[in-house]
C-alpha cells in the first residue's frame, strides 16, 4: 500500500462533469456518462490500494481495507460540492443533503448483473469504474435500459467499465440497467445517496453480515472445490 502525501489537490474535479464531455440524460430517466474523469498517472497507485476483497459483488467499504490512494478517492466523491455536481446533472437538489453509503467490487460471478432498477431506500447512484482496460464486448459493460425484460433495448451505447469512467442515474421506477454475465475481476467503487439515516444504517448491517456469509462461502468452496478434485478420477 502507497501513502500519498495529505495534499489538498482534488483528483476528481467537479468540473470534469460539466464540461461538455459527459452525456447526460434525463429520459427514460436522469442519468450521465463521464468519461476519463481521473488522470492517469494516478492508475497505478489505485490498483495497488484496492482492498483485495474476498468474495464476489458489492461489498460495504472498509477504510482500513483500503490504501490511502482509494481512502482519498472515496472521500472526494461524497465530498459535498462533488455530490452536488452529480445531483446538478440528474435534476436532484443539494444531493450532499442525504446520507452515502459506499460499497466496492473486486470480483463478479456469473449470477450478477440482472437487470434492475435499484432499492427505493436509493436517491442516486455512481459507479466509478478502475479497470485498466476492457478488451471483452458486452459482457461485464454497464447497461441502461428501456425495460426490465430485455439486455438489447439499451438507452445508449453500453458502457465499458474502464478506468475513469463514472456513471450516475437517479433511481426511479423505471431506472432499468445490467450487464451481461460476466466472471473475474472487475474493479469498482459505487456510492449511494440514501433517502435516511436508518436506510444507511440497515444497509450497512445487512452489507456486514453479506461479507461474512461470502467469506464463509469462500471457505466452503475452496474446501470442497480441494476435496472433489482429489477425488477425480
Ligand atoms: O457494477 C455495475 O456496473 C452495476 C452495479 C449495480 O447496478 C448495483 O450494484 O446495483
Ligand atoms: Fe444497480
Redesign the pocket.
Known sequence: MTTIATERSSWLQPTTLTNGNTLVRSAPFPFFVGKDVLSRDLLPKLLEDFPRLRGA??LPYEKAHCGDAINKLIEQLVAPDFADTIGDNLGIDKLSQYPTYV?I?RF?KKR??NI?T?GKSKIA?A?L?LNPEWTVDGN?C?RFLNRIDDYDDMVVPEIK?TYGTL?AFKRTENSF???LPFEGE?L?I?VAWLASEADKARKARDGRLSYKLKRIQGWLSRIFGREKQAGQP
Open positions: 459483488g458489492y460499497s467490487s463478479l450478477h448483473g434492475h435499484d447512484t459507479l469504474y461485464g454497464l467499465p456513471v440497467h445490467g450487464h472487475r469498482v459505487q
